[in-house]
């Protein structure tokens, strides 16, 4: 999708959908469903975490 964006309208930015994101990220990660560590990872990088300066202080890069 992100790449059909791009080549269409190659002028403009496209932020992808929060909802679309998690409603496929099961069938995308394959140890989404079953690890809760990486669950909680995946929800706080998109709900909490603003800033990259915020991801290297809580250890997720």
Do not use: P, T
């Amino acid at each position: 999708m992100a790449r059909a964006i791009e080549v269409a309208l190659c002028s403009k930015h496209h932020w992808l959908c929060q909802w679309n994101i998690f409603k496929n990220v099961s069938s995308k990660v394959w140890c989404f469903n079953s690890n809760d560590k990486v669950k909680g990872c995946f929800y706080n990088c998109l709900r909490k975490y603003d800033s990259e300066e915020m991801l290297e202080k809580m250890g997720l890069k």
